[in-house]
């Protein structure tokens, strides 16, 4: 029997596009010429959506229909994008057609929109009470890379205090003590008008919390404002005006990195040999800029993955709510060093 793999391989095409193309995905950029190109090779292989066995106790359905609501800019931070190609990739093995993927504050989200899907699966801050309150109906949902209040949802997180606290231990071994962080202003989003509320990110409270313990936190040290290369630049800016300056950076996210190293280049401040710099995510550009960007890596497309199962096993009658954590790995690369 054919599989998406073997589509994807004839195709010259990954899987994710041939799975987005076969669930009809309207925000998938391709060529015309490459979409006939697919649905040719999935004629030719006469492939079929492959279905689990199931059990005389789980509910027979031919497919279900699921939607994705996504919060961030996938153009921004390719950290979303890798969990929404970790759903995509995976839906057709749970025998799920991804019916739909809405975006906050460009797609009309309402209880008509949302009303013929089987399950949600919800990427980054949303308001999920607030998403009840419009779709009441919204019994199978699971948030990914948020913990929201009091949803009695399942959750997939990576483990950012871990990841922090490992972060802050290899800087202090390596003898830095002035140590600053830059990351995005937390808010939380209603679906319902697009009001936000604000967070506290998880990894500025764990590097708070860390430093505190060691008695060397400064909150002139701790900078936060745009998520995104634009917003890295500009806090980088205003933390070279500190003085003296810290030693070594820790930011939140790859892309805001992207313009921490952008300003520190402009600035002639050398990297890492006047200050380090590491970060969050471990995009695929991070091995790839000037220097090779140290970085946690985070993984993205398993949180998808593992977010379609939890749903699968909502919909096949699992009541109880489940919060799944996943590990996370340190990169070392060039940008960071110890202390002469």
Not at 26 to 51: F, G, H, I, M, N
Not at 204 to 228: P, Q
């Amino acid at each position: 029997m054919a599989t998406i793999k073997d589509i994807a391989e004839k195709a010259n095409v990954s899987t994710a596009t041939v799975s987005r193309i076969l669930n009809k995905d309207e925000t998938l950029s391709v060529t015309e010429a490459t979409r006939k190109r697919v649905l040719q090779v999935v004629d030719e292989l006469d492939y079929k959506p492959s279905r689990k066995k199931q059990t005389k106790e789980i509910k027979a359905v031919s497919t279900y229909q699921i939607g994705i609501i996504i919060l961030n800019d996938e153009t921004i931070d390719p950290y979303f994008q890798s969990i929404r190609l970790g759903i995509e990739g995976i839906c057709h093995e749970y025998s799920m057609n991804l019916a739909s993927t809405m975006i906050i504050g460009k797609n009309q989200i309402t209880g008509s929109s949302l009303d013929s899907l089987d399950g949600l699966i919800v990427i980054g801050d949303v308001d999920i009470a607030d998403l009840k309150t419009i779709y009441p109906e919204a019994k199978h949902i699971v948030a990914v890379d948020q913990i929201p209040k009091n949803a009695n949802v399942d959750v997939v997180i990576s483990d950012f205090v871990r990841a922090t606290n490992m972060v802050l231990d290899h800087l202090l071994t390596l003898g830095h003590t002035d140590i600053a962080y830059i990351g995005g202003e937390g808010r939380v989003f209603k679906v319902s008008n697009l009001e936000t509320t604000d967070k506290i990110d998880v990894r500025r409270k764990a590097f708070e919390n860390f430093l505190k313990e060691k008695e060397l936190n400064k909150a002139s040290r701790i900078l936060e404002g745009d998520w995104g290369p634009t917003g890295g630049y500009a806090l980088t800016q205003k933390l070279l005006n500190l003085t003296p300056r810290p030693t070594a950076i820790v930011v939140a996210s790859d892309p805001m990195a992207l313009g921490v190293l952008s300003c520190l280049h402009e600035q002639g401040i050398k990297v890492p040999d006047e200050i380090s710099v590491i970060s969050f995510d471990d995009i695929e550009a991070a091995a790839f800029m000037n220097p090779r960007l140290s970085t946690v890596k985070i993984h993205g497309e398993e949180m998808g993955k593992t977010a379609v199962k939890l749903l699968h096993d909502q919909l096949n009658g699992r009541i109880i709510p489940l919060q799944v954590t996943l590990p996370v790995e340190l990169i070392l690369r060039e940008s960071v060093k110890g202390l002469n």
